[in-house]
């Protein structure tokens, strides 16, 4: 079974400083997908960013880019540029490509300060 | 808005119960997830049907269940409700099944009181 782990429970980030969230993986797969998720107090996950396995490109969208380190089994999310509406609990997410099923990591809850 | 739907947004309860959480998946997605959000066991997987057949099962107790209908939403069942199911329960949707990227939509979640 695949395993999710993120070690950092908390963070903080000033606004418009960069800030990266560490998440690590567990798996015998080779082709896979990874996902962040962001889950503000609303409560509501939202999809930041997500990665295929088979790429080496780096995922990027707008502030949000990843560190895709396979052999690491690593996948880091970097926030540029942090704005306060970027505070939630950002959750990393494991899919192997023959099953359907989202592996969740323990969450980091990041805040950003004014 | 993520295009998925979920009713109730809230649902409170006494133990022993038991409740329907009823959701409406994207115009055009045939795959619905469930997902448990708990203080003690984070977010996991239950269960996922594609168009209207069970795909795949988790961590889902044998009280619970749950079936995609003909128009494609999704119930999950509770039933002899505990203190412990306790939780915000969401439900995702995707385009396929399995193959490729199938990136998943969730809804806003029901969160339910059990007392």
């Known amino acids: 079974a695949q395993t999710v782990t993120q070690s950092q429970p908390e963070m903080s980030v000033q606004e418009a400083e960069t800030v990266t969230l560490s998440c690590t993986y567990d798996?015998?797969?080779?082709?896979?997908?990874l996902f962040w998720y962001k889950q503000p107090p609303s409560r509501q996950m939202i999809l930041v960013i997500r990665?295929?396995?088979?790429?080496?490109q780096n995922a990027t969208e707008n502030r949000f880019s990843v560190n895709f380190q396979k052999a690491a089994k690593s996948f880091s999310l970097k926030i540029s540029d942090s704005q306060l509406g970027d505070t939630a609990m950002y959750f990393c997410?494991?899919?192997?490509?023959?099953?359907?099923?989202?592996?969740f990591g323990g969450g980091t809850r990041l805040m950003v300060k004014p | 808005d993520s295009g998925v739907t979920q009713t109730p947004k809230h649902l409170i309860t006494a133990t022993g119960q038991r409740v329907t959480l009823r959701c409406s998946p994207r115009?055009?997605?045939?795959?619905v997830y469930w997902y448990q959000q708990s203080l003690d066991q984070g977010l996991q997987f239950l269960i996922q049907?594609?168009?209207?057949?069970?795909?795949a099962k988790g961590n889902i107790l044998e009280r619970f269940s749950a079936q995609q209908f003909p128009d494609l939403h999704s119930e999950l069942n509770l039933s002899s409700l505990e203190l412990g199911d306790s939780a915000l329960y969401f439900c995702?949707?995707?385009?396929?099944?399995?193959?490729?990227?199938?990136?998943?939509?969730f809804g806003p979640g029901t969160r339910l009181t059990v007392l």
């Open positions: 995702a949707s995707s385009v396929r099944g399995r193959e490729g990227l199938n990136e998943q939509f």
């Open positions: 798996t015998s797969e080779s082709n896979y997908y």
């Open positions: 990665q295929e396995a088979y790429k080496q």
């Open positions: 997410a494991f899919r192997n490509n023959a099953g359907n099923m989202l592996t």
């Open positions: 115009s055009g997605d045939l795959s």
């Open positions: 049907y594609y168009n209207g057949e069970e795909r």
